[in-house]
């Protein structure tokens, strides 16, 4: 299994709702990321956690909070958002540490209204 | 701090022409340097990775080059084919454990 999986695909919320993002690989991978992307510009890194614990946070508003429960699953929930928000959020694994081939998942459209 | 830059920002060829993509990068000091594709809507792709120490990378028609020193990178993608079209981005590594700093892409159409 060489996939980054990431559930749901699309996403439509308003400002007052909770949601989470998720994203699971069975790679072996130690090391995990949140990516946003907004239209025709590159990944932006929010997160990453390394072997379950948090080693990079970009400065990223508290209305996104990311969980690693295990190895293997990574998500991202979400409150309280705001419009400008809405983008592809990608998640994407490596081996062990951040300087390795990353791996991406097919992304989650998310829009709020 | 490091700034990428990949010109031109969009390429229209016809098949079965060569491509070539462009990646610059101000800091020399890098780490590794990778491509990647990205369809519309999609997820990246991993197309190469070129350590540091390494001038060049191969997979089937892609072929990738750096030159650390001048601070560029190139993709070459041989006889184009429709399905090529896509993104194509390039992102460096200043050190093991530090981000990946991505360039803005190249958008890519074959036409057949």
């Known amino acids: 299994d060489t996939e980054v999986t990431q559930t749901p695909k699309h996403l439509v919320m308003g400002m007052t709702n909770k949601k989470s993002l998720k994203c699971e690989q069975h790679?072996?991978?130690?090391?995990m990321y949140w990516y946003k992307q907004k239209a025709k510009k590159p990944p932006e890194l929010m997160f990453v956690y390394s072997y379950e614990k948090l080693s990079i946070n970009e400065s990223v508003p508290s209305r996104f909070s990311p969980e690693c429960p295990n190895s293997s699953l990574l998500n991202l929930h979400l409150h309280a958002l705001q419009p400008e928000d809405s983008a592809l959020y990608l998640c994407?694994?490596?081996?062990?540490?951040?300087?390795?081939?990353?791996?991406f998942g097919s992304g989650t459209q998310l829009s709020v209204l | 701090k490091q700034e990428v830059t990949q010109i031109p920002a969009a390429l229209s060829v016809p098949e079965g022409e060569n491509l070539v993509l462009n990646c610059s990068f101000t800091d020399s000091a890098i780490y590794n340097l990778q491509w990647f594709r990205q369809d519309p809507g999609k997820g990246l792709t991993s197309l190469l990775l070129?350590?540091?120490?390494?001038r060049e990378q191969t997979s089937g028609r892609l072929n990738a080059s750096l030159d650390k020193s001048s601070g560029r990178s190139t993709l070459y993608i041989a006889a184009s084919q429709p399905g090529d079209s896509a993104t194509y981005l390039c992102?460096?590594?200043?050190?093991?454990?530090?981000?990946?700093?991505f360039g803005g892409g190249t958008r890519v159409l074959v036409k057949p």
């Open positions: 070129i350590q540091s120490s390494q």
């Open positions: 992102a460096v590594r200043k050190a093991a454990g530090n981000k990946l700093t």
């Open positions: 790679m072996g991978h130690r090391a």
């Open positions: 994407a694994s490596s081996l062990q540490g951040v300087g390795e081939k990353l791996f």
